[in-house]
C-alpha cells in the first residue's frame, strides 16, 4: 500500500512581525525610563544645588575633622564677610607709636646727666613710657615744696611734655617711715603734695592743666623692701607715666540695662 505523501505547511511571511513588536516594546519602555530620569523637581533639585554650594564655600575642611551632613531644605546660613583691616585705625596707632618714640628721645636727651648718676630712670611700659626720679634731688627730707636745683630739670622735661599732647600721671610715693606733722599728718599726704608741686610746675611749663593728673600712693607701692637704708631710698620717688592711651568716651548706664549690653 503507497504511503500518502506529506503535505507541505505553507511558508509564513509574517514571522517579521513578531521581532517588529518587541523591538518597538522594548524602545518604548526606553523612552519611558529615560523620560522619567530627566523629570527632575525642580524644587528640590535647587534646594541641593544650594546646600551643595554653600556646603563647599564656607565650610574649611581640618585633618581628622566629622564629615559635613547637607540636609535638603534646610535654611541655608548667611556668608559672614570677611573683616577688612581698619587701615585707618593702623594708621593712627603706628603715627602714636612714632610720637611717644620720639617723646622718650628727647626726654633722654634732656635728661642725660641725671639718668647717668643713677637719679633719673627711663621706663617703656604698655601704656606708654614712665619717668622714675629720685625724691632726694626733689624735696627735702620730709618736706614737698622742689629744691631749686630740681626746678630746671622738671622745667626741661615740661618744655618736652609742652610739645606732647599724651595725657600725663604724676605719682607720688614715700617709704614706710612714719610721718605725722601738722601738714602731713600721714604719708599719704606727704605723696599727695610732692605730686601735685610736680604737676604745678609743669602747668606752669606749659602742659595744659586738662592733660595733667596727680596721685598720692604713699607707702603702698615699694619697688624695694623698706627693711634697708638703699631700699627705702629706692622707694622715695616721684613717677611721671606719659600716657599713650587716650581715655574713651564714657557711656551713660540706664536703669535696667547692664552694663557692656
Known sequence: MARKRREEEPENH???????????????????????????????????????????????????????????????MPVKPI??????????KTEQRQKM???????????????????????E???????????SILFPAGQAKLEPASVNAMLAIAKVLA???????????TDNVPIATQQFPSNWELSAMRATSVLRLFNDGGVGAERLTAIGYGET???????????????????????SNRPEEPTELKEGRP???
Request: proline content about 5%.
Open 14 to 76: 509574517e514571522r517579521w512581525l513578531v521581532s517588529y513588536a518587541d523591538f518597538i516594546t522594548l524602545l518604548f519602555a526606553f523612552f519611558v525610563v529615560m523620560y522619567a530620569i530627566s523629570s527632575v523637581n525642580e524644587g528640590k533639585y535647587k534646594v541641593l544645588s544650594n546646600s551643595l554650594t554653600n556646603a563647599f564655600k564656607n565650610v574649611t575642611g581640618q585633618p581628622g575633622g566629622q564629615p559635613i551632613a547637607v540636609i535638603q531644605g534646610a535654611p541655608l
Open 83 to 92: 573683616a577688612k583691616p581698619d587701615r585707618l585705625a593702623d594708621l593712627k
Open 101 to 123: 618714640k620720639n617723646v622718650a628721645n628727647d626726654l633722654m636727651e634732656a635728661l642725660q646727666p641725671l639718668v647717668a648718676q643713677g637719679k633719673v630712670r627711663l621706663l
Open 125 to 135: 611700659t604698655s601704656r606708654g613710657v614712665t619717668i622714675e626720679i629720685n625724691d
Open 163 to 173: 610739645a606732647s599732647d599724651f595725657p600725663i600721671t604724676i605719682e607720688g610715693h
Open 221 to 243: 607701692r615699694p619697688l624695694e623692701t623698706n627693711t634697708t637704708v638703699e631700699g627705702r631710698a629706692r622707694n622715695r620717688r616721684v613717677s611721671i607715666l606719659i600716657d
Open 259 to 261: 552694663a557692656g549690653g
